[in-house]
Nanobody, 124 residues
Framework: QVQLVESGGGLVQAGGSLRLSCVASGRTFGSRVMAWFRQAPGKEREFVSHISWSGSRTNYADSVKGRFTISKDNAKNTVYLQMNSLKPEDTAVYYC?????????????????WGQGTQVTVSS
């Protein structure tokens, strides 16, 4: 079992920044992928970004490219999502996800473990 705990969400004005954190614990080992997804009210959960555990591979949804940056601290088993130039359309619950061998890093069904989510609200 893997436990994921997100933090760092909140209310921010458009143009502002937030940094989300996700701490992984439990049977975390070896090569794995961690990702951020988000879900706005009435919408499906959507991919935001992923990072390989080595950090050599990352990718981002087109909607956040150039504004969001994913990073990790292996010593702390923590993944971060730095969000800059936030827009009202970024408002959502943000979820951290973990997988050992995801078939497709952009698809939610590829991830077996999820955090409880952290709310991000961007006011206009």
């Amino acid at each position: 079992q893997v436990q994921l705990v997100e933090s760092g969400g909140g209310l921010v004005q458009a143009g502002g920044s937030l940094r989300l954190s996700c701490v992984a614990s439990g049977r975390t080992f070896g090569s794995r992928v961690m990702a951020w997804f988000r879900q706005a009210p009435g919408k499906e959960r959507e991919f935001v970004s992923h990072i390989s555990w080595s950090g050599s591979r990352t990718n981002y949804a087109d909607s956040v490219k150039g504004r969001f940056t994913i990073s990790k601290d292996n010593a702390k088993n923590t993944v971060y999502l730095q969000m800059n130039s936030l827009k009202p359309e970024d408002t959502a619950v943000y979820y951290c996800a973990y997988s050992v061998y995801p078939s497709d890093v952009t698809i939610a069904d590829s991830y077996a473990f999820w955090g409880q989510g952290t709310q991000v609200t961007v006011s206009s």
